[in-house]
């Protein structure tokens, strides 16, 4: 290797090497106070997976640079940790009371595009609720319309799916049957339920947090289900980030709608958390975060809570169908007074994001 090749490659590497400590640790710094660290966090599969193969290069090479490489692994280590599940079997039975599933998912609508119904999602929707069977269902992005013609999906899933109780926050209505908001539906009695502000979202659905006590065999569960702050990229934002249409005008645009859209997900994170910790029951809070695992949004929530995914998970757990399959975005957390006994997501064409569901048990006193 030549000595300007070696040097250029060292250069090359520290800045990658810092780049993915920095994705590593500012996330756990409030954006509000360094609005960078609620955005860096996507960088660190690419920087992990290139700080990588610069310590394979060093090592075939026989250079002792590859020390950078070992020493922002190690530093970053924690970030990888909650990225990649390890754990590609079922769970097994644990000590406690009856089992149930929760599972979540950001439905888009539940196929509804440009105010028409796609008939063949909306019945994938309903084979795959159907298939899994959740005793719990949380649905973000919640679409119902008792309009002749239109698809009344509260009805149909509590008649077809048998599902005796729900709980819907009707975040929006239009021309008064079109009804969107973020919706519960459960096999065991809801005792008490509520739709908690948490900001406006032109969707409905990132509006309220809903809030749900279920009685369950003499114990109540508390389930916190919320669709977090949207980026609502436009066809525009999507082909810069994707580098066909990269003008400076876009650019400029697409920073200051994500530095908007990180400091409210920042807020709503911290009272999401917040309304767990207060929680006189034990609580599972699930829903569409819209960040990733290198994230403030996800350290806010997941502190003292357990990832259904990282217990039972394997590989990257991507819930979002395009862009990167880094994207992790909805999950399942649990108090530690559950045991969480199983995982599983939901890959199905046509699904702009994919359902997770767990199985549970509340440990025994």
């Known amino acids: 290797m030549s000595p300007f090749k070696r040097r250029a490659l060292y250069y090359a590497h520290v800045l990658i090497a810092f780049t993915l400590i920095l994705s590593s640790w500012l996330p756990h710094i409030n954006p509000q106070s360094i609005w960078l660290s609620g955005v860096i966090g996507l ?6 997976c290139l700080n990588f193969l610069f310590i394979i290069l060093w090592i075939i090479y026989k250079e002792r640079f590859l020390w950078i490489g070992v020493f922002a692994l190690a530093l970053s280590s924690p970030s990888l940790y909650v990225s990649v599940g390890l754990h590609p079997g079922s769970g097994i039975a644990a000590e406690g009371r009856k089992q149930f599933t929760v599972m979540t998912f950001n439905s888009s609508s539940m196929g509804l595009k440009n105010y028409k119904e796609d008939i063949s999602i909306k019945n994938n929707i309903y084979y795959t609720i159907k298939e899994s069977q959740p005793d719990i269902l949380c649905l973000q992005e919640f679409y119902t319309n008792n309009r002749s013609g239109y698809t009344d999906h509260i009805s149909d899933i509590r008649e077809q799916l048998h599902y005796r109780y729900f709980y819907f926050t009707c975040d929006k209505t239009r021309w008064y049957t079109w009804q969107y908001g973020i919706i519960l539906f459960s096999k065991y009695p809801i005792v008490n339920a509520s739709a908690i502000p948490c900001g406006h979202s032109a969707v409905g659905s990132g509006s309220s947090i809903l809030q749900a006590d279920i009685l369950m065999d003499g114990d109540t569960v508390r389930i916190l289900t919320a669709q977090l702050q949207s980026y609502m990229f436009k066809s525009a934002d999507y082909s810069f980030i994707e580098m066909k249409d990269p003008a400076v005008g876009e650019g400029k645009n697409l920073a200051g709608k994500m530095r908007r859209t990180i400091y409210k997900r920042a807020e709503q994170a911290r009272q999401l958390a917040s309304l767990a910790d207060a929680s006189p029951y034990p609580a599972i809070v699930c829903g569409d975060c819209n960040d990733t695992p290198v994230s403030y949004t996800y350290n806010t929530i997941s502190n003292n809570m357990q990832d259904a995914f990282l217990r039972h998970g394997f590989g990257l757990g991507r819930t979002l169908s395009f862009l990167s399959p880094t994207l ?36 025994r006193n």
């Open 328 to 363: 992790r975005i909805d999950y399942i957390f649990a108090q530690p007074s559950f045991n969480i006994l199983d995982y599983r997501t939901f890959k199905k064409k046509g699904f702009e994001h994919f359902p997770v569901m767990a199985t549970f048990s509340l440990k």
């Open 43 to 48: 960088l660190f599969p690419l920087c992990w």
